[in-house]
């Protein structure tokens, strides 16, 4: 799975191609920590953040 970052105007970065509510892999756990500590600020759009059931 390949996230795309689009870094945003002012400060932090949008992050698409993935699901939020799936189980994250270890990659991409690591790239997350690796954009949050580059950007601040990171930007999750369309995406449900209420567990599945």
């Not at 795309?4 to 690591?30: C, H, Y």
Request: aromatic content about 10%; glycine content about 4%.
């Amino acid at each position: 799975m390949t996230l795309t970052v689009s870094p945003l105007e002012n400060v932090g970065a949008e992050i698409s191609g993935f699901d939020i509510s799936d189980p994250l892999t270890d990659e991409i756990k690591a790239e997350l920590k690796s954009l949050w500590y580059e950007h601040a600020i990171l930007l999750f759009r369309d995406q449900c953040v209420f567990r599945r059931t």
